[in-house]
């Protein structure tokens, strides 16, 4: 059962991975879906795209989540065109895999603005909105590395223990204003993040973009009254090292 009826749903890095396969599940789901993406050139495709899919609208645009003065440019925008936001799914996201002797300052700085910072511009920004109209959802799409290590993933980590944090206390904010705050936890997903080579979904052992974006879907139809803080998802039957 669909609890949102017609929503009006932001989601960042809608143009591939697990923001693109979220789009298409809202857009299946006769919702108004905009995407942001700092890829200018796939906007009229996708909207095309998501439309033919069944999005009472799509809309798309040009988006660099690390600028703040995008952020409310952004929302002010949705808000003029739209009147509200019923959803905010934060995806949009960097990895860079280093050690910390070899990560230079430009990259940390990259990762924790992209994965952090930059969400927390967005989400501000957002916040009056849905505090005026006394509802809302907003979705962090974190990491099994928000809560687990791995050689190679310092600014990768921080960012996603930081978020883990960030979420929580934002729920806590905001609870009573009846916004929902959710963090999704992930672990190895079949997308090309980070260069990663895709696989067919029908061969691959990691969850798929869309097992992810099927759990945001989930969680943001949940009934009144109650919410999914924290998701952790795992592939069933993992590589085996």
Request: glycine share 8%; charged share 20%.
């Amino acid at each position: 059962m669909n609890y949102l009826e017609n929503p009006v749903v932001l989601i960042t890095g809608g143009n591939k991975g697990i923001g693109k396969a979220t789009c298409e599940l809202f857009s299946r789901n006769k919702s108004t879906v905009i995407f942001t993406t700092r890829n200018q050139s796939s906007i009229p495709s996708l909207e095309d795209e998501f439309k033919k899919m069944g999005a009472i609208e799509s809309k798309g645009y040009l988006f660099d989540v690390r600028n703040p003065d995008q952020s409310k440019e952004l929302i002010n925008k949705i808000n003029s065109d739209y009147g509200r936001v019923d959803v905010l799914v934060n995806n949009a996201g960097i990895g860079i895999f280093k050690s910390i002797s070899e990560m230079s300052h430009e990259e940390w700085n990259s990762v924790i603005n992209t994965n952090l910072t930059g969400l927390f511009y967005l989400t501000k920004e957002i916040l009056p909105l849905m505090i005026s109209q006394k509802k809302g959802h907003i979705v962090n799409v974190g990491s099994l590395a928000s809560r687990n290590t791995f050689a190679g993933g310092g600014a990768y980590c921080a960012s996603k223990f930081a978020l883990l944090g960030f979420s929580e206390c934002l729920m806590l904010d905001v609870r009573h204003h009846n916004i929902k705050v959710s963090i999704i936890m992930p672990g190895s997903v079949n997308t090309p993040f980070n260069d990663h080579i895709q696989e067919s979904d029908d061969e691959t052992w990691k969850l798929t973009a869309m097992d992810v974006a099927e759990a945001i879907y989930d969680v943001v139809n949940t009934r009144s009254g109650h919410l999914m803080s924290r998701v952790e998802i795992r592939p069933l039957l993992p590589n085996k090292k």
